[in-house]
């Protein structure tokens, strides 16, 4: 990472950057904590992640270890000149026994379930795997500390992270794309208050 100017300190934001696209991704299938890498499209949406957060002046780049975010950050990180910084606090949920199978075949095996996934219901624990609410308890800590850095800062993550970062926040999504950027700085949190990142 290259020296600071003193406005690094200024008042920013803290962003959140969905991974690019992975074959997992296209195929609808749960990837959880496996090293999946981005294919061809994921780094191209990674190259335009970039060129979009260029304009941002961000002064920290922060990202999950997990290979296809931390694949996304090295690719945005060259374009800004960061380098990544690791959390391991920001990777996706754990699938438990989900992992490596598809959406269709969980839909239609626990439908329950996979309503309550979808929806991304606090209180749903993946079988054998994480709990959105502990889930969200990590993330929610990652980012607290990360906002206390210099600002603005990004950070690359995953879909169901983010998610869960901004229901918690008051402003829940239903989706979030491949390489999508997002503030979440300026979000309301469930008190009214904003976060306090």
């Not at 999504?173 to 503030?183: G, K, M, Y």
Request: hydrophobic share 45%; aromatic share 6%.
């Amino acid at each position: 990472m290259g020296p600071r100017s003193p406005e690094s300190t200024r008042p920013g934001g803290v962003f959140l950057a969905r991974h690019g696209e992975t074959d997992y991704n296209a195929q609808g299938r749960f990837q959880g904590l496996l090293p999946v890498p981005l294919n061809a499209t994921g780094r191209a949406q990674a190259h335009q992640l970039a060129i979009r957060a260029a304009p941002l002046g961000f002064v920290e780049l922060w990202c999950s270890p997990l290979v296809r975010a931390r694949e996304t950050a090295e690719i945005v990180g060259v374009a800004l000149a960061l380098r990544p910084l690791e959390d391991a606090r920001l990777v996706e949920t754990d699938c438990g026994d989900w992992t490596d199978r598809t959406r269709a075949e969980i839909e239609a095996e626990d439908p329950t379930g996979y309503a309550a996934f979808a929806a991304a219901d606090p209180d749903f624990t993946l079988p054998g795997g994480e709990s959105f609410r502990a889930q969200t308890v990590r993330m929610m800590a990652a980012l607290r500390e990360i906002g206390r850095q210099p600002r603005p800062v990004l950070v690359i993550t995953h879909g169901m992270a983010i998610r869960l970062v901004f229901a918690a926040l008051g402003q829940p999504l239903d989706a979030v794309a491949n390489a999508a950027l997002l503030d979440c700085s300026g979000a309301a949190s469930s008190s009214g208050r904003a976060p306090d990142f």
